[in-house]
């Protein structure tokens, strides 16, 4: 959306009947922010400066969390829309939730951030994981030892318990880790 539109020549204006067009110029209007906009019509161009924004989904507590809440889920936060004029830094990733923990309290009020929450870790060095390899037509099932810890989404080496044979693997899930061949 565009808020604060004002020409950049104080006494230029832009009068247009019903049936004509024109176009709109703008160099950086890929991002948010202050902009310059040239619209030109009738082979004649005028400049004007506008705040471009954007609306953003973001999560907003319920009710008051307390940093030591063991689990957060869906059901602790609503999304709502917001409009931000530059780059935000809000957390949006409502289906993952639970694998993170709060770093501070929050109110009902508040808007969750990056820096709010902390990925936990879902495996841990030496622990039994679930292993799922799979390839284009065929999915197998079996138990690894994980060669290393990590957090959802991390990349971690998987060692087969029957056949010894050590995977790469992305971390999906509470002792879960699934490769692709």
């Excluded at 020409?7 to 160099?27: D, P, Q, R, W």
């Excluded at 400066?49 to 940093?67: D, T």
């Excluded at 999304?79 to 309290?105: A, C, E, G, M, W």
Aim: net charge positive; aromatic share 8%.
């Amino acid at each position: 959306f565009i808020i604060n539109v004002s020409s950049l020549h104080g006494k230029s204006s832009l009068n247009l009947s019903a049936n004509e067009n024109f176009s709109v110029k703008c160099n950086a209007c890929d991002s948010m922010g202050l902009k310059n906009l040239k619209v030109t019509f009738k082979n004649k161009s005028i400049w004007f400066s506008a705040k471009l924004g954007q609306n953003v989904s973001v999560l907003k507590p319920i009710q008051h969390l307390n940093r030591q809440t063991p689990v957060l889920s869906k059901k602790d936060f609503v999304t709502s829309k917001i409009q931000v004029y530059q780059r935000t830094n809000h957390f949006t990733d409502l289906d993952n939730i639970q694998f993170y923990r709060l770093n501070r309290n929050l109110n009902a009020h508040d808007f969750l951030k990056n820096t709010d929450v902390t990925p936990k870790s879902l495996v841990n060095f030496g622990q039994k994981v679930h292993l799922k390899i799979k390839t284009k037509t065929i999915e197998l099932k079996s138990v690894g030892i994980a060669k290393k810890g990590g957090k959802l989404g991390d990349f971690i080496e998987v060692q087969n318990i029957k056949t010894k044979k050590i995977f790469l693997g992305k971390i999906v899930d509470f002792n879960k880790v699934v490769v692709e061949i």
